[in-house]
């Protein structure tokens, strides 16, 4: 018996990489919801292909943010405690500075240039998964920027005379 279709599900393979923004309102909803569409439909290589690459490029995410805020912490308590503040540094009940606030840049501006880096993750995210989205329901392959392979996403190619679909497919 063959579980393959020759038919790929565009619905569900485009769902799937939708299914990652529900990580704005559900905690780790970009890790279940995937992960429950994915498994529905998994016997379908078109279907489980996409669904193997948006759980790579979410965990892949998660690890970059991770490791940029773990960075970030650390890097702006190491710099925050190699300033010499000779005055105490706050804003008083009238908005006006107490110290000198250029002693601060340093850390200003690496705390900035962190925020940077996530806020371009964040952008990667939404582009990344819209585009996956339009692939899939092209019918076509897509293959995530910067996603590690942890599910062992295999060649577009290999799944399609796997399935007999013969379709020029691109990634």
């Known amino acids: 018996m ?5 038919n790929p599900d565009k619905t569900v393979a485009a769902l799937i990489h939708l299914s990652t923004f529900s990580q704005f309102f559900f905690p780790f ?10 498994t529905a439909k998994k016997n379908d290589p078109f279907v489980n292909e996409h669904g193997k690459q948006a759980l790579n490029f ?7 943010a991770f490791f940029l805020v773990m960075v970030g912490v650390a890097g702006a308590i190491l710099i925050g405690l190699n300033i ?17 606030p250029l002693e601060a ?17 964040f952008v990667l995210n939404v582009y990344g998964v819209v585009s996956a989205t339009i692939k ?19 060649k577009p190619q290999d799944l399609f005379t796997a399935s007999g679909n013969s379709e020029d497919q691109s990634v």
Not at 2 to 6: F, L, P
Not at 29 to 38: A, E, H, M, S, T
């Open 2 to 6: 063959n579980n393959q279709s020759t």
């Open 29 to 38: 909803g970009n890790f279940i919801f995937p992960l429950i569409f994915w």
């Open 105 to 121: 840049g340093p850390v200003t501006i690496y705390i900035m240039t962190m925020a940077l880096l996530v806020l371009a993750l």
């Open 84 to 100: 010499n503040f000779e005055d105490s540094f706050y804003i008083n009940d009238h908005h006006q500075w107490i110290g000198n």
């Open 136 to 154: 899939a329901g092209e019918g076509k392959f897509y293959k995530y920027p910067l996603a590690i392979n942890f599910l062992n996403a295999g």
């Open 58 to 64: 979410q965990i892949s995410l998660f690890l970059y």
